[in-house]
C-alpha cells in the first residue's frame, strides 16, 4: 500500500451524533481501525495522498471531503443518498435482527442472518464503488468500511 494512494485519518460528521447503541459504536471503532490500517483510495484527476477524508451527511446527500495530511482542501463531492436509502434501511434492520439472534438463537439460525447481513453489506460496498468510480479508485475492502460508515451516519434519533 503506497501512502500517496491511501486514507490517512478519517472524520465522521459528529454534528448529529445520536445515542448509539454498543453495537454500532463497536462497529464504527472497528470499521475506522481497519479502514485506517489497510486501505486503497486515490483520487481520479486529483493529486496523490495520503488524505484526510470527512464524511458527512449534507442537505440529503453524501459529502466526501477530501483533504491532505495538512488538512488543506484538496476535493469535494456531494452523492446522491437515494440509490443507498433501501439497502442501508435494510442492512440496519437485518444487523438489528443479527444482535437480537445472537442473544437467544441457535448457532444454524445466527448463520444464516449473518449471511443476509455479509450479502446485504456486499451490495451495498458494490453500489458505494460503482458511485466513486469517476471521483476516486478505491479497493473493495475500503469500500466495505467506508459502507459501514455511511451506515453509522444514516442512524438518527
Same mark, same amino acid.
Given at each position: 500500500?503506497?501512502? /500517496?494512494?491511501?486514507?490517512?485519518?478519517?472524520?465522521?460528521?459528529?454534528?448529529?451524533?445520536?445515542?448509539?447503541s454498543?453495537?454500532?459504536?463497536?462497529?464504527?471503532?472497528?470499521?475506522?481501525?481497519?479502514?485506517?490500517?489497510?486501505?486503497?483510495?486515490?483520487?481520479?484527476?486529483?493529486?496523490?495522498?495520503?488524505?484526510?477524508?470527512?464524511?458527512?451527511?449534507?442537505?440529503?446527500?453524501?459529502?466526501?471531503?477530501?483533504?491532505?495530511?495538512?488538512?488543506?482542501?484538496?476535493?469535494?463531492f456531494?452523492?446522491?443518498?437515494?440509490?443507498?436509502?433501501?439497502?442501508?434501511?435494510?442492512?440496519?434492520?437485518? $444487523?438489528?435482527s443479527?444482535?437480537?439472534?445472537?442473544?437467544?438463537?441457535?448457532?444454524?439460525?445466527?448463520?444464516?442472518?449473518?449471511?443476509?447481513?455479509?450479502?446485504?453489506?456486499?451490495?451495498g460496498?458494490?453500489?458505494?464503488?460503482?458511485?466513486?468510480?469517476?471521483?476516486?479508485?478505491?479497493?473493495?475492502? /475500503?469500500?466495505?468500511?467506508?459502507? /459501514?460508515?455511511? $451506515?453509522?451516519?444514516?442512524?438518527?434519533?
Open positions: 500500500m503506497s501512502d /500517496t494512494t491511501r486514507i490517512n485519518a478519517i472524520f465522521l460528521d459528529e454534528q448529529t451524533v445520536v445515542n448509539r454498543a453495537q454500532v459504536e463497536h462497529e464504527r471503532k472497528v470499521a475506522i481501525y481497519d479502514l485506517l490500517e489497510n486501505n486503497h483510495f486515490a483520487l481520479i484527476d486529483g493529486p496523490e495522498g495520503p488524505y484526510n477524508l470527512h464524511l458527512s451527511i449534507e442537505e440529503n446527500r453524501l459529502a466526501f471531503d477530501v483533504r491532505n495530511a495538512d488538512e488543506q482542501p484538496i476535493k469535494r456531494m452523492l446522491a443518498l437515494s440509490p443507498f436509502r433501501a439497502i442501508v434501511r435494510e442492512y440496519l434492520m437485518v $444487523c438489528d443479527y444482535y437480537k439472534a445472537i442473544k437467544t438463537s441457535s448457532p444454524s439460525q445466527i448463520e444464516a442472518i449473518d449471511m443476509g447481513r455479509r450479502g446485504l453489506h456486499n451490495d460496498s458494490d453500489v458505494l464503488e460503482q458511485r466513486l468510480k469517476d471521483k476516486a479508485e478505491l479497493d473493495h475492502n /475500503t469500500a466495505r468500511r467506508l459502507f /459501514t460508515l455511511v $451506515c453509522v451516519l444514516h442512524i438518527r434519533a
